[in-house]
């Protein structure tokens, strides 16, 4: 069993004009993301668009990454999309089959009517009955449909199976992260937040890591945060502040202003996305110098880190 902690970037998926996946510009970005240092891969999760891909896509998408990381880091994937069980199970095996080192289950789809923790518990043991015993086991309090957040109940049930290794924390609240780090202790499971206002603060707190969607712009300052702004905690508490800001052109488009930025950077061609149609250079005024003023910074804390070393 892989450990899966530290920076834990939630893939894109780079389309071809032809709305394909487009595989060469998916082997430059993760060779981009090994580069920057992290930790683990997130592939085939909202930020890969898994709602808009079949589910013969999703599979291969995460077979790929696997080849491609080659056993570098530790590769997670869901695709878990499905709201009926059998369905749920299907793809979930399929997922399973491809070679990851842990296959993520996303919570709101355990839960899928919203119906409380006794149909959360009844779909999670049909699942744990029929996925493979030895593959280790995520969560993913998925926003889409709806965030679907664990009661302590529920994640102190998780982490006691021994099968689950990671939670990506979608709560947002660092109480909620500070709480949920003490419930998993002595078991198996990390809390990894995936919010960037609180990232440096759930890192002391205990947080085994970042996951949240501006590691697909500055993954490598994320990872300095984790694993050396202790040493540096001045530094450490301005980069955190930057990264804060930077994130909050979240809401301006993303995922396509993820791809526009990596248009940029040459990662790969095409903004091309199947759940945001908008030119959203045109819809979000100002959206153009934002992305070249977070690269500017991002460039100038890279300048900092590599200064101190």
């Known amino acids: 069993m892989r450990k899966i902690d530290g920076i834990v970037p939630v893939m894109l998926t780079p389309f071809s004009e032809?709305?394909?996946i487009d595989y060469p510009g998916l082997a430059a970005l993760i060779d981009w993301y090994l580069a920057s240092g992290v930790d683990a891969l997130f592939a085939?999760?909202?930020s890969s668009e898994m709602q808009f891909l079949?589910?013969?896509?999703?599979?291969?998408?995460?077979?790929?990454?696997?080849q491609r990381v080659n056993g570098r880091i530790p590769v997670i994937a869901s695709g878990h999309i499905s709201d009926e069980p059998d369905q749920q199970i299907a793809e979930l095996n399929a997922m399973a089959a491809t070679g990851i080192d842990?296959?993520?289950?996303?919570?709101?789809h355990l839960d899928a009517r919203r119906q409380g923790s006794a149909a959360f518990f009844a779909t999670l043991d049909a699942l744990l009955a029929s996925l493979p015993a030895s593959l280790p086991l995520g969560l993913y309090e998925c926003p889409a449909p709806y965030r679907r957040l664990l009661s302590d109940e529920e994640l102190s049930y998780c982490a006691g199976t021994g099968r689950f290794v990671v939670l990506k924390d979608v709560s947002c609240d660092l109480p909620t992260v500070t709480r949920r780090v003490r419930l998993v202790q002595d078991t198996p499971l990390s809390i990894i937040n995936a919010n960037a206002a609180i990232a440096w603060p759930a890192?002391?707190?205990?947080s085994r890591g970042f996951s949240g969607v501006f590691t697909n712009f500055h993954p490598e300052l994320y990872s300095w945060l984790y694993h050396h702004g202790a040493s540096q905690p001045a530094l450490a508490q301005e980069l955190a502040t930057f990264l804060s800001l930077a994130a909050v052109s979240e809401t301006l488009g993303y995922p396509?202003?993820?791809k526009i930025y990596h248009q940029r950077l040459g990662t790969f061609g095409s903004e091309l996305c199947r759940v945001n149609q908008d030119d959203v250079l045109e819809k979000f005024w100002g959206l153009s110098v934002i992305l070249d003023q977070i690269r500017t910074g991002t460039d100038h804390y890279k300048n900092k880190i590599t200064s101190i070393r």
């Open 18 to 20: 032809k709305n394909d």
């Open 44 to 46: 085939v999760c909202q």
């Open 54 to 66: 079949s589910l013969d896509e999703r599979v291969a998408l995460a077979r790929f990454v696997v």
């Open 102 to 108: 842990a296959l993520v289950l996303v919570t709101n």
């Open 203 to 206: 890192m002391q707190a205990g």
């Open 256 to 258: 396509k202003n993820a």
